[in-house]
């Protein structure tokens, strides 16, 4: 079957990270991942190398705010990486890390309630290893659950987020690989619908005449657009070009894509990371803010197809780095109260 190796290291690393503690996680990691894991997660973690200096920057003090976690995955599945990069095969979860919030957690407050915290996470698997990880996890999320509201009203809706509409994420069994291939270049065409509507460095006008027409090539009309918090959540595409894609262009310039590390499908879904995927410059209004430097945005985005059209998408900002680089320290002003 394949990658059905992979797939269940990934299973079991994550059912060993269930019963870790703060003193034996960097053991846990270590058992399945190799002596030179490169970890990527989100602001302030960064950048990590091996299985200690992961555990000290995300996981042991995760695991003291939070007791009795349980990883909930919605969507589960693993591929070759169809960008050129490093050999090895890529698994993907995407869902929430639930448990107990009983201490302070980077400042966010504790509850002692249930709390959710969004992930997608990918890790790179070789000869028997996990080789490398990107962890992403919604933080202004767990902040919103704290009670916490650290930006202005966002567009969309801020939800606990479900899984696919059609509860079929979970990719345990092996899929067709005529399926995947179908998915894969539905996404690329989505990325380049993207392309020919922004304009050019000989300052093109875009492709297609209104914003309904570009997405209509690949996406379904009743398209859900799971975004981060700080942007929300939106449905149908008329919506989303209203609550998203209008802001995202007009209140953000000069937009450089940097390309991504791994672009992977299997069965109708699939998904990217980059790092960071894009570079832009706030020309002021976006999520409230007011204008400010240009700052990098890593993105995660996972796609779920239906028929010949997508139908829906959870996205992955690190927003906290993105607002970082402007100057602005959200988890820093927590920190100080």
């Not at 690949?218 to 802001?247: K, V």
Request: hydrophobic share 40%; proline share 7%; net charge negative.
């Amino acid at each position: 079957m394949p990658f059905a190796a992979e797939k269940q290291l990934v299973l079991d690393h994550y059912g060993a990270l269930e019963s870790a503690t703060p003193a034996t996680v960097s053991d846990t990691l270590a058992a399945r991942t190799s002596p030179q894991w490169h970890w990527r997660g989100m602001h302030p973690f960064h950048e990590q190398h091996g299985a200690a200096d992961v555990a000290a920057t995300f996981w042991q003090p995760f695991l003291t705010s939070m007791s009795r976690i349980q990883r909930r995955p919605d969507i589960f599945f693993a591929n070759e990486n169809s960008l050129e990069g490093e050999p090895g095969v890529w698994v993907v979860s995407m869902g929430h890390i639930m448990g107990l919030f009983d201490q302070p957690f980077l400042g966010i407050p504790a509850t002692r309630k249930i709390t959710m915290l969004r992930y997608a996470e990918f890790n790179r698997v070789l000869d028997g290893r996990i080789v490398e990880t990107a962890l992403f996890c919604d933080l202004i999320h767990l902040m919103h659950q704290a009670g916490l509201q650290p930006l202005p009203p966002q567009t969309g809706a801020h939800l606990i987020q479900p899984g696919p509409a059609t509860h079929d994420g979970l990719l345990y069994e092996s899929q067709n690989p005529a399926e995947s291939t179908k998915t894969l270049e539905l996404i690329n065409n989505m990325i380049g619908d993207i392309a020919a509507n922004s304009n050019t460095a000989e300052n093109q006008p875009p492709r297609d005449a209104t914003p309904q027409a570009e997405l209509t090539r690949c996406w379904h009309d009743d398209m859900l657009w799971w975004g981060p918090d700080g942007i929300g959540a939106t449905f149908t595409i008329d919506r989303y070009i209203e609550q998203h894609q209008r802001p995202f262009r007009t209140q953000l310039g000069d937009r450089v894509f940097n390309g991504h590390i791994a672009r992977l499908t299997e069965g109708n879904y699939g998904g990217f990371f980059g790092w960071p995927n894009l570079s832009l410059t706030p020309l002021g209004g976006y999520m409230g803010l007011p204008k400010g430097p240009r700052a990098d945005m890593r993105v995660v985005d996972i796609y779920r197809r239906d028929g010949d059209k997508l139908a829906e998408n959870w996205i992955f900002i690190d927003i906290l780095h993105f607002l970082n680089m402007q100057g602005l320290d959200i988890l820093g002003r927590l920190q100080e109260h």
